[in-house]
């Protein structure tokens, strides 16, 4: 481990120094939250501050300062939003260190003290300094900092630095964490703002690896489907999340999906998800447009006239909530059996994929547990999306499994263009900038055709190049395609063997193949099996997986 991140060692050696290094406080595998140690020429960044336990901040930072030679641990502080895994550690940092200065957006600035709910409000300083969007402010001599809104949540961006000195400028580019899509209350990052920057280095989220998501639509569908078919079966639906964000998110899929648009339904909403839902209409102004246009129709969260209707949920309550199916959000560190109560019906408790929420096993009352997706975070076609926009010669890896990261390292479309790093906390990355690296050039994986109609025969003509793929022999194994339409675009797929052992008229019936349309776990096109790689996602009926298990209707 080297914990120095001076290049004066280096000089004396009479080598030249290197402008650009990296040092992990804690890189987020599992819970332990996001902390970065950047250097740029003589300047040290702290890039986010969310390591929970306030002796092994201090020491770490204590020590990083004493090797540095400075009263303090860093230059300056740079926050990409309030979630606790990148935050959490920011009060007890500043009253360490109360002359570091922190910046952030304004937005994230004001969301910080819901990390620090046990102390009086009144109480926690005013320390974050907010900063304006798309606008380079120089921090300090030859520093510029410049933020991008980056998806996610509210407040999130990501940050540009730029330093400069006698001989050349370097970028580096932090992200935080980022969302390319939009969601119901935050729009996401706009790659279009980012191209062309001539990035030197990129430090990158990978929460979900090469996971690769249905689009979000999709996603709020699956999930508002599953709730409507408990609430239909007299099941009441416990949703535990995080205080800021998903909470807020679901509030808003529950009251504008067609499912419960107009149903007489109590939505009830608990403890630090209700604070958070108060913080977000202090933002308003800082919303999308479209939030703010249904805001001023009807209320944004609290409403108990229009239907469904959403409450707070006051002690005044606990005792009728769950004998008749309704739907709770609160914490994801509560006691979850303070609802799952004796003299209450059924309940299913369903838990976001990627977010670790303890739960109990047994409950009071008959209770199911399962999981669902609605992503927060980018996918690894985003990820990969947003590095070959940026080009950058260094990719640093950060918050995510050790697992999940490894396979995001691995991908050969990276390790081919790009110098990329995926560090353990401890371990200084040196990000050495050279002048003549030469990127290889971008594989090709679109094919331009031609396209002919000769009376009822449509003839599509492709390159050669396309047939050296290994993946066309298993598309081409029968000659026949199957063609559909994918709003206005026309999907091509290939036909197995396998689908054409039982046809009748243009129908292909796989009674006989152990495909998803005869698996015991498939319902609703969906696969229910937890242990499968397809579960809870919308299947194919010809699809296959590893765990199939034919259905008893076929034995």
């Not at 770490?60 to 004493?66: E, F, K, R």
């Not at 580019?173 to 980022?178: A, K």
């Not at 009352?365 to 590095?387: C, K």
Request: proline fraction near 7%.
């Amino acid at each position: 481990m080297r914990d120095n991140l001076s290049a004066s060692s280096r000089v004396d050696a009479g080598e030249a120094p290197n402008e650009l290094e990296c040092l992990p406080y804690s890189v987020q595998h599992h819970d332990e939250g996001l902390c970065l140690l950047v250097r740029m020429g003589p300047h040290r960044i702290l890039l986010d501050c969310g390591i929970g336990d306030s002796s092994l901040l201090l020491n770490t930072l204590t020590m990083a300062a004493s090797i540095g030679n400075s009263p303090l641990p860093a230059d300056l502080v740079l926050i990409s939003h309030a979630h606790p895994d990148h935050a959490r550690g920011l009060l007890t940092l500043h009253q360490a260190f109360p002359q570091l200065p922190i910046y952030a957006s304004e937005v994230t600035s004001k969301l910080l003290p819901l990390n620090w709910r046990e102390e009086d409000a009144k109480e926690i300083p005013q320390f974050c300094h907010a900063l304006p969007l798309r606008s380079p402010v120089e921090l300090q001599a030859g520093l510029v900092v410049e933020l991008f809104p980056a998806g996610h949540l509210p407040g999130a961006v990501a940050f540009l630095l730029t330093y400069t000195n006698e001989q050349r400028s370097y970028k580096l580019l932090f992200t935080g964490d980022f969302f390319l899509s939009n969601s119901r209350l935050v729009e996401g990052l706009r790659l279009e703002e980012l191209r062309g920057l001539d990035l030197n280095v990129l430090i990158i989220e990978g929460t979900y690896g090469t996971s690769r998501h249905p689009h979000r639509r999709n996603q709020e569908n699956q999930l508002a489907e599953r709730i409507n078919r408990a609430i239909a079966d007299h099941c009441s639906v416990l949703l535990p999340t995080p205080a800021l964000g998903l909470g807020q998110e679901l509030l808003m899929l529950l009251r504008s999906h067609h499912h419960f648009t107009g149903r007489d339904l109590d939505i009830w909403v608990d403890g630090a998800v209700a604070t958070g839902c108060d913080a977000y209409l202090e933002l308003l102004p800082h919303l999308p447009p479209s939030v703010q246009n249904f805001a001023r129709h009807q209320p944004l969260f609290w409403d108990e006239r229009v239907r469904p209707r959403v409450r707070r949920l006051h002690s005044e309550h606990r005792a009728t909530v769950g004998k008749s199916p309704c739907i709770v959000l609160t914490d994801s560190t509560s006691d979850l059996k303070q609802y799952c109560q004796p003299d209450t019906g059924p309940w299913l408790i369903l838990l976001p994929e990627k977010i670790d929420i303890k739960v109990n096993k047994k409950y009071f009352t008959p209770t199911t547990i399962e999981s669902y997706l609605l992503a927060q975070h980018s996918d690894g076609p985003g990820t990969t999306q947003l590095i070959h926009n940026l080009r950058p010669q260094h990719v640093v890896f950060v918050h995510g499994s050790p697992a999940y990261l490894a396979d995001l390292t691995s991908l050969e479309e990276l390790q081919n263009r790009y110098h990329v790093h995926s560090p353990a906390a401890g371990t200084l990355v040196e990000l050495p900038i050279g002048d003549t690296f030469l990127q290889p050039a971008a594989p090709e994986t679109n094919y331009e055709g031609e396209l002919t109609e000769l009376g009822t025969v449509i003839t599509i003509t492709l390159p050669d190049a396309i047939t050296a793929d290994s993946r066309w022999r298993q598309f081409a194994d029968t000659g026949l395609l199957e063609a559909r339409w994918q709003g206005e675009e026309l999907v091509l797929r290939g036909l197995s063997q396998r689908e054409l052992l039982n046809q009748n008229g243009d129908r292909y019936i796989l009674s006989d193949v152990d495909c998803c349309g005869n698996c015991r776990h498939q319902r609703g096109q969906r696969c229910w099996n937890p242990a499968s790689p397809l579960y809870n996602f919308k299947v194919t009926l010809e699809g296959y997986c590893p765990v199939f298990e034919r259905s008893l209707n076929n034995e």
